[in-house]
């Protein structure tokens, strides 16, 4: 079980017993439909949905990229779509505003300087909104070398910040993990998000490994709140196992018209996840 813990708008994360949170990506294309998919994951019982606003047709996506102000005033009406959609849901979910470059499995092409002046330029913009509408927590990705710097940004409104690292091809070696799981809580991070590719399974092995050890008890863990996660169908047992300390796990739900789009490889629906996890209970 973490030793640490977030609260995401009422949401614990982890959750009751130290089960994981279940996270929705809202993957678009449009605001309507991301909309629609945001109705049926709370509906579905979703604990946080993940914008992903990189797949947004009205954010940009997927043509050249834009200016910072005008791609951060873009991003910030299909953050405002969102909020209109879901308030008055009983229930509602808190949001994890995510911009996912495509350097690691999204579709902003970006640069590190492009990346980091834009989500500058869309914290600049939250700072006009009121705590409640502002999303609880930004994605950031650590490889793009603004971690502190947004960090910063973000913990002065009021706006947790997820750390995240991406290995699309395969499972660095457990000091490697390890050392960029200390790098993001060192900068600031709220979460350490790792999602990696298993080739055996013994990558995928290693990695609950590397996620036991850094959400150890008081004083031998890492600090923050953990989320780490095997790609594919190999590596889907990581993301229902809750004795090794994951803190959010992510989850797919149809939306209205019956499809599911998962974000990421071996994303599995919500009610098998959850059923998973009441199972696994340590």
């Known amino acids: 079980m973490s030793a ?4 995401w708008g009422g949401c614990s994360i982890p959750g009751p017993g130290g089960l994981p ?11 309507a ?13 979703a604990d946080v949905l993940e914008l992903r606003v990189d797949l ?24 405002r779509g969102l909020g209109e959609a879901i308030d008055g849901v009983d229930a509602a979910a808190p949001v994890l505003l995510t911009c ?34 502002r999303p609880a927590a930004i994605d950031l990705e650590v490889q793009r070398g603004c971690l502190r710097r947004i960090c910063e940004q973000a913990h002065g409104l009021g706006v947790d910040v997820v750390a995240s690292f991406h290995d699309f091809e395969a499972t660095p070696a457990d000091e490697v993990l390890e050392g960029v799981l200390t790098r993001m809580a060192s900068e600031g991070a709220d979460l350490a998000k790792i999602a990696v590719w298993p080739t055996s399974a013994d990558d995928v092995a290693r990695l609950l490994g590397v996620c036991a050890r850094a959400t150890a008890g008081a004083g031998t863990g890492l600090g923050v ?3 780490a996660m095997s ?52």
């Not at 998919?37 to 709370?42: E, M, T």
């Not at 102000?69 to 910030?76: G, S």
């Open 56 to 79: 947004l047709e009205e954010a940009g996506a997927p043509a050249a990229p834009l200016d910072a102000a005008t791609a951060a005033a873009r991003i910030l009406e299909c953050l």
């Open 231 to 282: 790609m594919g169908a190999l590596g889907a047992v990581s993301r229902v196992a809750p004795a090794f300390g994951t803190a959010l796990t992510f989850a797919v739900v149809p939306d209205g018209q019956g499809q599911s789009r998962a974000s990421a490889p071996g994303q599995l629906p919500l009610q098998d996840v959850r059923r998973c996890l009441e199972l696994l209970r340590a």
């Open 100 to 133: 996912r470059t495509a350097a690691e499995g999204g579709q902003a092409h970006l640069d590190d300087a492009a990346y980091g002046a834009l989500l500058c330029s869309v914290l600049d913009g939250l700072a006009d909104w009121p705590l409640e509408h």
């Open 225 to 227: 709140p953990v989320a």
């Open 4 to 7: 640490t813990s977030l609260t």
């Open 33 to 45: 439909h991301a909309q629609a998919q945001a109705r049926s994951a709370i509906a579905a019982g």
């Open 21 to 31: 949170a279940v996270a929705v990506s809202l993957t678009g294309p449009s605001l």
